[in-house]
């Protein structure tokens, strides 16, 4: 990414971001983790709002995060036919309408640089693909179907 990086009034920077503190009024953007980190963020959504033994969020609270709350809108050119918005992911309602494997009920994002994660409940499932590098990954598009060919019971 360039530093610092563009889009519409908002403007990241990759080597600010650990400097003093500043304004940055970006709910979806910006975020530093690590691969680790991020599948146990994964995994505790996947467990219901628990990791290790710790409660970090009530099962019905991800519940209401991971149902469709826009199924009353058109279909968003964003996030693709099948798909629809919960509270703060993608959530897939149509296997057959996305035109890929999955499962119904699975939900997720992916970045605008790349990263994508999604969570697989009926399949006890979750998948990171990190990724630096816009626009897009060259290899994203296989990500998902490379995951669910792997799958065997």
């Known amino acids: 990414m360039k530093d610092p990086e563009s889009f519409g ?6 080597l600010a ?4 503190p500043k ?3 970006s709910g979806g953007a910006g975020l530093t983790s690590t691969a680790r980190d991020y599948a146990r963020f994964a995994q505790m959504l996947l467990n219901g709002g628990s990791l290790g033994g710790v409660r970090l969020l009530g099962p019905k609270t991800i519940e209401l ?4 709350h826009t199924s ?5 050119g964003l996030i ?3 798909a629809q918005f919960g509270l703060g992911f993608r959530v897939v309602t149509d296997v057959a309408a996305t035109q890929t494997q999955g499962s119904a009920g699975m939900f997720g994002w992916s970045g605008i640089y790349g990263t994508v994660f999604w969570v697989d409940p009926k399949e006890r499932l979750v998948a990171i693909m990190m990724v630096q590098r ?7 598009a296989g990500f998902q179907p490379l995951v ?5 019971r």
């Not at 995060?65 to 469709?68: G, K, L, N, V």
């Not at 009353?72 to 968003?76: E, K, N, Q, R, V």
């Not at 816009?134 to 994203?140: D, F, I, N, Q, R």
């Not at 669910?148 to 065997?152: F, G, I, P, R, V």
């Open 9 to 14: 009034n908002t403007q990241m920077s990759p």
């Open 17 to 20: 971001s650990y400097k003093a």
């Open 23 to 25: 304004r940055y009024f």
């Open 65 to 68: 995060m991971t149902a469709s």
């Open 72 to 76: 009353d809108l058109p279909p968003a």
């Open 80 to 82: 693709g036919a099948g």
């Open 134 to 140: 816009y626009p897009g990954s060259t290899v994203a």
């Open 148 to 152: 669910y060919q792997a799958l065997t």
